[in-house]
């Protein structure tokens, strides 16, 4: 079974500037809670038990918001406030955290490649951490990655959605076998943003994977690529034409991927969980109709 993940946080959101300025961007509030702790409680539903931040210098507040207080779990008084302590720490979601620095920012394959001593030769997760990815019902979208790597016993398997022609080049895009259209299927290739009209397909990698061990030897040979930097779509490359299986998981249509990487995204995502407050949510609709 599948337990562990890793989790990349140390870009610095040049895209938020200023509200990321000094707060990372992992840790916005989406509703209630900051986008990092949505996607630990989203690996806790897929049974995960340990993950692996790799953050940056300017990260440690991540650490903090995990870390246990128990002076300010001292102070919290009242029914309201006590429902809050579940919430509060890695110990109470059931979590072991760990945290290693990528000291320089030379990409998502770069971020990985920090990985392999924690993941000792076994499967895992990876979960951009900047990314929601929501599910209204069981099993969640980590969930059905999982299912599909065990049963395939693949090299990589990779959450996907539709996107339009027009937004192809902001993703990295897979080609489907030939044929494939169901809910699982292999993947013959990836490309990195590719231009429009050229994009294999329009299914768009959804920041949601599942690898194996194999991806360490990958990424160590794998060069820069966009962006002058270690992409880990060209290590998966790498791993297909090697024969490594890579298969692709389609998300269901009520599954919704929030990306935190502008302030339209974000604005988006903060206002889809506002309105489904179950305290706040129908007042803040009432207050959206008077001012539309």
Do not use: W
């Amino acid at each position: 079974m599948i337990c562990s993940a890793v989790v990349p946080v140390a870009g610095i959101g040049t895209r938020l500037l200023p509200l990321t300025k000094s707060q990372p961007k992992e840790l916005l509030p989406v509703g209630r809670k900051p986008v990092v702790q949505h996607i630990a409680e989203e690996l806790r539903a897929a049974g995960i038990e340990n993950v692996l931040f790799v953050t940056s210098k300017r990260k440690t507040a991540i650490e903090n918001h995990f870390d246990r207080d128990p002076e300010l779990i001292g102070a919290m008084e009242g029914d309201d406030k006590q429902k809050l302590i579940p919430l509060m720490d890695s110990e109470s979601l059931g979590l072991r955290l760990f945290y290693t620095r990528q000291a320089r920012r030379l990409g998502l394959g770069h971020a990985v490649g920090f990985a392999r001593a924690f993941a000792a030769g076994e499967p895992f997760v990876v979960a951009l951490g900047d990314t929601i990815v929501h599910s209204d019902r069981s099993p969640n979208v980590i969930t059905r990655l999982i299912e599909c790597s065990e049963e395939k016993n693949a090299s990589c398997v990779i959450a996907l959605q539709e996107v339009s022609g027009k937004d192809v080049s902001r993703y990295g895009i897979v080609k489907p076998a030939d044929g494939e259209d169901g809910g699982v299927f292999r993947i013959y290739d990836l490309v990195e943003k590719p231009p429009v009209g050229s994009a294999p397909s329009n299914l768009a990698i959804a920041a949601r994977y599942v690898l194996s061990a194999e991806i360490f030897d990958a990424i160590a040979d794998t060069g820069p690529g966009a962006g002058g930097e270690i992409q880990l779509t060209d290590a998966i490359r790498l791993l297909l034409k090697e024969g490594g299986k890579v298969y692709g998981v389609r998300m269901n249509p009520t599954d919704r991927r929030y990306d935190i990487g502008t302030f339209e995204t974000y604005f988006k995502c903060f206002a889809d969980y506002a309105l489904a407050d179950e305290e706040c949510g129908e007042h803040l609709k009432d207050y959206l109709r008077q001012r539309l």
